[in-house]
């Protein structure tokens, strides 16, 4: 009899071990499922795709988050500074099938820079941004008087491949001889030479303009003044 009560016990003690180990296995499912489901959420809030660049000639990325749309200025970021990543915003597979891992750019705001990594190959990198796509293109002196366009910088042209032209008025005297180039810094339009030596400096207002700042050589620009894209 206590043979029989010593087995019926030994055998509760093994089913209560199990219930219990049962338990944390379902939790631990739970909890796993449920972060996969947070992961899954995320994945689905990013897209990358193309667009065709005439310009380049050939497919251009581009990068959605939470319906934000971030453009690749990869040619035209300053190359001494260094891509370091900050924190991990999530992954996505383009349309091609390749997985990249997207991460903020370090010391900047998701809002505005994004680092993007091929997973199987990350000397594949791109610098994605918010606020590079609306400012290329052609952009003339607002509201210019034919005086005006006569004495004073008239038109600055943006170009994919990170080169700038600066149309200079017909009086002056002054000609860039060597070709330059332009760079995006916390929302400030940087034009420089291939050295790095800097030509000229304009804000990038709300809407898209271009304001003058500064100028090292004789460009004949106002402070303040505004150039507006033109569209053809």
């Not at 055998?11 to 899954?40: C, D, P, Q």
């Not at 034009?191 to 700042?213: C, K, M, N, P």
Request: negative net charge; charged residues 20%; proline residues 2%.
């Amino acid at each position: 009899m206590f043979k029989l009560f010593k087995n019926v016990l030994h055998f509760n003690v093994k089913f209560k071990v199990t219930i219990i180990v049962a338990v944390i296995l379902t939790v631990a499912l739970i909890i796993g499922l449920m972060i996969n489901r947070e992961a899954n959420s995320m994945l689905n809030e990013i897209e990358i795709f193309y667009k065709e660049d005439s310009i380049r000639n050939s497919p251009t990325m581009f990068l959605t988050l939470d319906e934000i749309e971030y453009f690749n200025i990869t040619g035209t970021w300053d190359n001494t500074l260094p891509l370091e990543r900050g924190e991990e915003v999530g992954s996505a597979l383009d349309e091609y099938g390749t997985n990249w891992h997207i991460f903020e750019l370090k010391g900047y705001s998701k809002n505005d820079y994004l680092l993007v990594f091929e997973r199987d190959n990350n000397f594949n990198q791109f610098l994605m941004s918010t606020i590079a796509h609306d400012v290329y293109g052609t952009y003339i002196l607002e509201n210019a008087t034919q005086k005006q366009k006569l004495e004073q910088l008239f038109s600055i042209i943006l170009n994919h491949d990170g080169t700038v032209w600066l149309v200079t008025p017909p009086i002056s005297s002054f000609i860039l001889v060597d070709s330059c180039y332009y760079t995006f810094m916390d929302y400030e339009l940087i034009i420089h030479y291939e050295s790095g030596e800097e030509v000229a400096r304009f804000d990038i207002d709300t809407d898209g303009a271009l304001v003058f700042q500064s100028s090292t050589v004789p460009l004949h620009a106002t402070v303040g003044a505004r150039y507006v894209e033109i569209h053809n």
